[in-house]
């Protein structure tokens, strides 16, 4: 009997031995050979209840580009949330005029190191007596952006507003309450008046888990810690989640998650065109408004979409894309029309772009995963954006 325990406790220990060595043999092979290991994203943003969110204080180091497996790029925000190398005073000095740029991921320099993003590039072209804020937030939409600014951006008692509008993202984002996996805040525009809907914006469960990667379950802990530090888990639960009959199984039981579009309890509300055009143009009188209560000037920055047709060579301009030029023009003049109407200075950088375009430069990411501006894009705005100070008398030189 002793002997037969003892056999059967040798045959566990053997077992689980070869079980061990098994998994260890397998994640070696595959940190070698064919890595699936998770790298935790360091999110850019964070929940905030009028917002929807906001960017996060103290957040530096490198970032993966979406859709590509090599391109990086250094990211910083301060103490505010403000993507700047800098610390701004509550308090503006006296002999200091601030230029506070309002926008999405255009401005707040998606895919660019943080000496390259437009800010950075203006900052060293207006002099010491001009400060350069960059108020952006990723993927915010004017809506958003106009509550940032009351709630925020007013606190630095800017001098000059740029509210930089990407109408391919701006007109389709406003008076919507879901974008991205985000709940977000957004205005109904009622006998010409707006009005502030969905907020306090809600902090579901289902938006932490899949926005912010914040499970709130043991079990869920459990597999966030093992997508992230093995590759033998991520591997085997990925083959598993393909069959369907397996997945269904997974579901059932709890021992996987159903990731959908929807958030639940919040409505999916989206305004067709017409509307959106006829909110937006309330929004920016708002924004207008705003301004003129704190005696700050406002100027309207046109950023076109990317007209590069490149299906054929990706890598390279191979003509000009008819749609997005099409709606580049008509947008040019929507803008221009708005900024007339309110009396709002504006520049349009479609001009400046389709002149380096002929040039054949690259001002956008080539290929088709990414529409953002290169650092040479950037540059390009900001000269545009310091000749138009310059004229205006908004520099320090």
């Not at 994640?27 to 999110?43: D, M, Q, T």
């Not at 008046?193 to 289902?206: M, Q």
């Amino acid at each position: 009997m002793t002997r037969t325990k003892d056999f059967d406790k040798d045959n566990c220990l053997l077992l689980l031995g070869s079980v061990l060595l098994f998994f260890a043999v397998l994640e070696l092979a595959l940190a070698l050979f064919w890595p699936h290991k998770v790298i935790s994203r360091p999110y850019h943003e964070q929940y905030h209840p009028v917002m929807g969110w906001v960017n996060k204080p103290h957040m530096a180091g490198p970032v993966k580009v979406f859709g590509s497996r090599n391109v990086l790029f250094q990211r910083t925000h301060n103490s505010r949330g403000l993507r700047s190398l800098r610390e701004f005073a509550p308090v503006k000095p006296a002999d200091v005029r601030r230029v506070l740029l309002l926008g999405d991921s255009f401005f707040w320099g998606y895919g660019v190191d943080d000496r390259e993003v437009l800010s950075e590039v203006l900052q060293g072209m207006v002099g010491r007596d001009v400060e350069v804020i960059n108020g952006a937030v990723m993927a915010y939409a004017t809506d958003q952006e106009l509550l940032w600014l009351t709630e925020e951006g007013m606190r630095y008692r800017p001098d000059l507003v740029v509210l930089g509008v990407f109408p391919a993202n701006d007109l389709e984002d406003i008076g919507v309450s879901v974008m991205m996996g985000y709940p977000k805040p957004f205005f109904s525009l009622r006998d010409g008046k707006l009005r502030l809907e969905n907020v306090p914006v809600p902090d579901t469960r289902e938006t932490r888990r899949k926005a912010f990667d914040e499970p709130d379950t043991s079990l869920g802990k459990l597999k966030k810690f093992l997508r992230h530090h093995t590759h033998t888990y991520p591997f085997i639960a990925g083959r598993l989640n393909a069959v369907p009959s397996i997945r269904r199984f997974l579901l059932r039981t709890g021992l996987a998650d159903e990731y959908t579009a929807a958030l639940p309890g919040i409505p999916l509300i989206k305004l067709n065109e017409d509307k959106a055009l006829g909110l937006f143009a309330a929004l920016v009188a708002e924004i207008r408004n705003v301004c003129d209560k704190a005696d700050a000037g406002l100027l309207i920055v046109h950023i076109p979409r990317k007209e590069q047709d490149g299906r054929s060579r990706p890598h390279a301009y191979t003509g000009v894309d008819a749609g997005a030029a099409a709606a580049n023009a008509r947008m040019s003049a929507y803008l221009g029309g708005i900024a007339a109407r309110n009396a709002i200075p504006y520049l349009d950088l479609l001009p400046v772009v389709r002149s380096r375009q002929e040039r054949e430069e690259l001002l956008y990411v080539p290929g088709g995963y990414d529409h953002h501006w290169t650092p040479l894009g950037h540059r390009t705005a900001a000269e545009a954006l310091f000749a138009w100070m310059s004229a205006n008398g908004w520099t320090g030189k």
